[in-house]
């Protein structure tokens, strides 16, 4: 099958708006006789003028050829050998194309479906791909757009459409349900009929995926610059509620009120509107997420012990998710620290160092911030925390505790 050709003349994307090490990795793939193309979210967002997260390339060279036109080059997997080439901290990730869809990435998946990754050519690659959008190709050697699947046609008509039937190809992955919807919410993209179906049809397969990968997806939807609407997506289409049952409930009893929804959907803007991305780690998103839920059954338990409670309600809220316990205790943390944080230590309490310097402070301050942001409270307490921040050192790393070595040959014996 022969794919639709854009030339340069018939689409926007400049070689201006290519990362310049990307640039250099097809560059020199192209020279020395590969083919060489630019691939995935890269294209489908410079061809909206968007600026993309990541630029993967992707060729016919196997990844030991790869290795041999770059130095600076590192292949691993074991499933499917990739090549990272590294420029200083950055890697741009190269891939040879595949033939077949991926197997199963869910646990149960048979390991004899490994051996159904092998090379292939560039059509074959397009269609294992997952979404319409996400499979086109620019060509370094012409500046063209090689399209094998619809998707400059679904990207015009702003619509996130699947790769063959999604009855078919999310059971094979069933986070790519999560993804289409995050995509939709991020894009502001309708959502192809036939995904939707299948949705509500296969969505209970997530529980198939392994619990690192559902926590990666959430933590995406999360991150994306859209969170409102992806959670919301979540929630309407019946994913939330496999992955957190007990936020999906509380997002039942959030909507019925036009006043806390307004408020969740604040938070979620906040967090979306928070300029340093790096500092949102997975426990103060989350905090984010159950930030008013929480308030809430707080503020109805009278005089609990607030420590046990917290606990105890997140407890309960996670049990849909296993969270890595050092997350769930990061987070039990951070929102412990907001009532520390709107209370501002006396005049004769002295400098608020020791608290600046709990490995949980900055999680909490962030958290914090995003909370003023949302609410508009706390305004006074930021900048007393801001002008102290600045004035104590940072604390020392957490270190694991040192493990005893035990002696060979047992204990020796005592000398006379």
């Known amino acids: 099958m022969q794919p639709m050709v854009y030339s340069r003349e018939q689409h926007d994307i400049s070689r201006k708006h290519i990362d310049p090490d ?28 968007l600026q993309p997260k990541d630029f993967d390339v992707v060729t016919d060279a196997h990844p030991m050829e790869i290795k041999k036109v770059f ?9 499917f050998r990739l090549a990272h080439v590294f420029f200083g901290p950055k890697i741009i990730e190269v891939s040879t194309f595949r033939s077949k869809a991926e197997p199963s990435l869910a646990q149960g998946a048979p390991a004899a479906a490994s051996h159904e990754n092998t090379f292939g ?13 996400n499979a086109l190709f620019y060509n370094i050697a012409d500046f063209s757009i090689l399209d094998y699947v619809g998707g400059v046609k679904d990207l015009r008509a702003r619509r996130v459409a699947s790769i063959g039937d999604p009855e078919e190809r999310f059971p094979e992955d069933p986070v790519r349900m999560i993804r289409a919807l995050r995509m939709a919410a991020r894009l502001e993209f309708q959502i192809d009929p036939a995904i939707i179906a299948a949705i ?3 969505g209970p397969e997530l529980s198939r995926c392994a619990p690192a990968r559902l926590f990666e997806e959430l933590g995406k939807s999360a991150l994306c610059k859209a969170s409102a609407a992806a959670i919301r997506s979540l929630h309407q289409h019946r994913l939330l509620a496999l992955l957190l049952p007990e936020l999906d409930r509380s997002m039942f009893q959030i909507e019925s009120s036009v006043e806390a929804a307004s408020r969740y959907w604040t938070y979620l803007t906040a967090l979306d509107e928070y300029p340093a991305r790096e500092r949102l780690t997975p426990p103060v998103w989350m905090a984010v997420l159950f930030a008013l839920p929480l308030e809430r059954a ?51 309490r002295g400098a608020p160092v020791h ?9 909490a301050l962030t958290f914090f911030e995003i909370r003023a942001a949302a609410t ?27 493990r005893r070595r035990r002696r060979r ?3 020796r014996p005592a000398q006379s």
């Open 22 to 49: 990307a640039l250099s990795v097809l560059q020199r793939l192209s020279r020395s006789g590969y083919q060489a193309y630019l691939v995935g979210g890269g294209v489908r967002d410079l061809l909206l003028g």
């Open 355 to 363: 608290f600046i310097q709990k490995p949980y402070f900055e999680d």
């Open 376 to 402: 508009g409270g706390g305004l006074d307490q930021l900048e007393f925390w801001h002008h102290w921040r600045e004035r104590v050192p940072p604390a020392r790393p957490e270190r694991a505790p040192k």
């Open 71 to 79: 130095r600076n080059c590192r292949i691993i997997g074991r499933r």
């Open 409 to 411: 040959g047992g204990d």
């Open 298 to 348: 707080l503020q109805s338990a009278g005089r609990q012990n607030p420590a046990e409670l917290l606990q105890s309600l997140l407890d309960q809220s996670l049990i849909g998710l296993p969270i890595p316990r050092r997350v769930r205790d990061r987070l039990h943390q951070i929102l412990l620290a907001q009532g520390r944080l709107l209370r501002l230590p006396g005049s004769g």
């Open 200 to 202: 509500q049809h296969r």
């Open 121 to 133: 050519t560039a059509e074959q690659d397009a269609w294992r791909r997952d979404f319409t959008i």
